[in-house]
């Protein structure tokens, strides 16, 4: 008998499901679908936090080759700052403690340049317990850093040109109707000083 040739989307014959079940359940496997992200830096690092493991989003975010990475120190990744306090270190014995870190700061690339990062370290322990390493994963969040520091340049360039108005009185309450602002106008009409009034409610 012919056999009728599968469709695309149709599902995968009985004699196909065990290849695809132990490819899915293979290290291979894992490994192909990590380093197919390309928009974050995920690596493993051993227990002493030498790198074993190198993605493609990795090397797009801090333009490392894997072969130039893997076996050195993750600390290479930090600002000069952060090594003379010890935050590498810091970093692996919070998640080793707790399970995962997780913060947002400066992370050099190998040109030097800096980038705003969220990094996210977990603890990896194997099926019996015992701690093996951790798992990294870093985001490049630069370009909101630097929207956030735009928007709050402007909020204070906004809030001194409001102080400096005499003729008014320009003032901001919370939604208690706590006094939270209060400018030189305000002062002058209302003849309260700042200190006075901020924190109090407004009559």
Known sequence: MKKTPKTEG???????LPKINRLAQSEEFFRLLVDSVNDYAIFALDTQGLIVTWNAGA???????????????FKRFY??????RNHPESELRIATETGRYEEEGWRVRKDGSRFWANVVITKLSDSTGEHIGFSKVTRD???????????????EKLRL???????????????????????EGAEKIRQYKAEEIIGRHFR
């Open 161 to 183: 040109m409001i102080h400096s108005v005499k003729d008014y009185a320009i003032f901001m309450l919370d939604q208690d109707g706590l006094v939270s602002t209060w400018n």
């Open 79 to 84: 600002t000069p700052e952060d090594l003379k």
């Open 59 to 73: 090397k797009r975010l801090k333009g490392y080759e894997a072969d130039d990475v893997i076996g050195t120190s």
């Open 10 to 16: 149709s599902k995968p014959d009985s004699a196909t």
């Open 141 to 155: 969040l630069t370009e909101r850093k630097i929207q956030e520091e735009k928007l709050s340049d402007s909020e």
